[in-house]
């Protein structure tokens, strides 16, 4: 089975600065998919970026990109110039590729922003 | 539309009583799913439909009963809940397309059971 971990659980960051959120994950397959959820308090989950495993190049959505480290089994989400309405729950996920569209989910950072 | 709507938003009931929690989409989406979620951990799936038929029962009790009118409605029948079902309940929905990626989720159903 597929376990996904996120050993932050809290991560605060000034205004306009720049933090690295962490996950790592356990699997034996070769295709799958990466991603992480945004879900602010009282707010819907919105997907934030998303990294195919075969793919070497990293993704990136304007302020987000993600450093994914296939061989490590690492996929860490770098938020650039942070904001305000950056504050929210930050999940990690992986699904493999084949199989359905189940999700399995880290344990979650949760982002503090400081003015 | 890319949304995924859930109504109530909030909802309180007795450990008696019978309720139901709805959720709808309009973007075509065959896939549909109930999670369970605790203050401050993630969403834990329960259910999944795949073109209106049940396709992954997470073991969840008989006390939660799913059911998908169309494929554009997803319900979840409550009856003799206990407290410690009280959570946020989230619905998502997403493609069959095996190459697609993204499920868009609801807001949530705030639930507390008395």
């Known amino acids: 089975a597929q376990t996904v971990t996120q050993s932050q659980p809290e991560m605060s960051v000034q205004e306009a600065e720049t933090v690295t959120l962490s996950c790592t994950y356990d699997t034996s397959e070769s295709d799958y998919y990466l991603f992480w959820y945004k879900q602010p308090p009282s707010r819907q989950m919105i997907l934030v970026i998303r990294?195919?495993?075969?793919?070497?190049q990293n993704a990136t959505e304007n302020r987000f990109s993600v450093n994914f480290q296939k061989a490590a089994k690492s996929f860490s989400l770098k938020i650039s110039d942070s904001q305000l309405g950056d504050a929210a729950m930050y999940f990690c996920?992986?699904?493999?590729?084949?199989?359905?569209?189940?999700?399995?989910f880290g344990g979650g950072t949760r982002l503090m922003v400081k003015p | 539309d890319t949304e995924v709507t859930q109504t109530p938003k909030h909802l309180v009931m007795g450990m008696t009583n019978k309720k139901s929690l709805k959720c709808e989409q309009h973007m075509g989406h065959r896939a549909m799913y109930w999670y369970k979620q605790k203050a401050k951990k993630p969403p834990e799936l329960m259910f999944v439909y795949s073109y209106e038929k049940l396709s992954i029962n997470e073991s969840v009790p008989s006390r939660f009963s799913p059911e998908c009118p169309n494929s554009s409605l997803l319900n979840l029948h409550l009856h003799a809940l206990q407290p410690e079902d009280s959570a946020l309940y989230l619905c998502?929905?997403?493609?069959?397309?095996?190459?697609?990626?993204?499920?868009?989720f609801g807001p949530g159903t705030r639930l507390t059971v008395t």
């Open positions: 990294q195919e495993a075969y793919k070497q």
């Open positions: 996920a992986y699904r493999r590729y084949n199989a359905g569209n189940m999700l399995t």
């Open positions: 998502a929905s997403s493609t069959q397309d095996s190459s697609s990626y993204e499920q868009y």
